[in-house]
């Protein structure tokens, strides 16, 4: 096992964030460092990397064989961390390299919740405003532009036909039904991307 001076100089570095340059002196000297625990709160190497979103740093710990699913004093996974701190594209590369979602921490939330367990509806990991804050090219534009937009009709759409039924189901016979003359933003958004060229 790493002396402890050498986890804390080698988990500083991981924590400024220093390239992987400077990183990989610290495993050639020493392999045993890359999952090595600090013996206050039993953080390895990936939690580091993962709760302070240094993604080029976690992708080369995992190809250098760290434990993906490795679990702190706290039983928080490298995956509790980047869910908790919304690292969209690193939640990614973790759960596509095999961490398990479905781990626990001491507090019982699985690691897909992030640290508290609140990480789901909107605030979930792949969630639109998660996508929003981690937008890299136009791909990712066009996808948290559209997630948004569906997300917008679940919220406005669903209670305005439910009260729209149930309005109907209570109205008097003499009442006249009117259909709404606007459309929701994901119908103006399909008929804007589906209509006929030539028209």
Same mark, same amino acid.
């Given at each position: ?20 340059? =400077?990183?990989?002196? %610290? +495993?050639?000297?020493?392999? !045993?460092? &890359?999952? @090595?625990?600090?013996? $206050? ?14 993604? =080029?740093?976690?992708? %080369? +710990?995992?190809?250098?064989? !760290?434990? &993906?699913? @490795?679990?702190?004093? $706290? ?19 973790? +759960? ?104």
């Amino acid at each position: 096992m790493p002396a402890e001076e050498a986890i804390q100089k080698f988990h500083s570095a991981l924590r400024w964030g220093k390239p992987s340059a =400077e990183i990989e002196p %610290f +495993l050639n000297e020493d392999p !045993a460092l &890359i999952d @090595a625990e600090d013996p $206050k709160n039993g953080n390895h190497a990936l939690h580091i990397t993962a709760q302070n979103g240094h993604e =080029e740093l976690t992708k %080369f +710990l995992v190809g250098k064989g !760290a434990n &993906i699913n @490795a679990q702190n004093k $706290k039983g928080q996974t490298a995956l509790h961390m980047s869910v908790e701190y919304d690292f969209y594209y690193q939640n990614l590369f973790l +759960l596509e390299n095999g961490a398990d979602k479905t781990l626990k921490n001491g507090d019982g939330h699985a690691a897909i919740l992030g640290i508290d367990g609140g990480k789901s509806g909107v605030e979930a990991f792949d969630g639109p405003m998660i996508k929003l804050k981690a937008i890299r090219d136009q791909k990712g534009m066009e996808e948290a532009y559209f997630d948004m937009i569906l997300t917008m009709h679940n919220f406005i759409q669903v209670p305005f036909n439910y009260g729209i039924r149930f309005g109907m189901q209570n109205r008097k016979p003499h009442q006249k039904t009117v259909s709404p003359p606007w459309k929701t933003p994901l119908q103006n958004w399909w008929t804007r991307h589906n209509s006929p060229k030539w028209a």
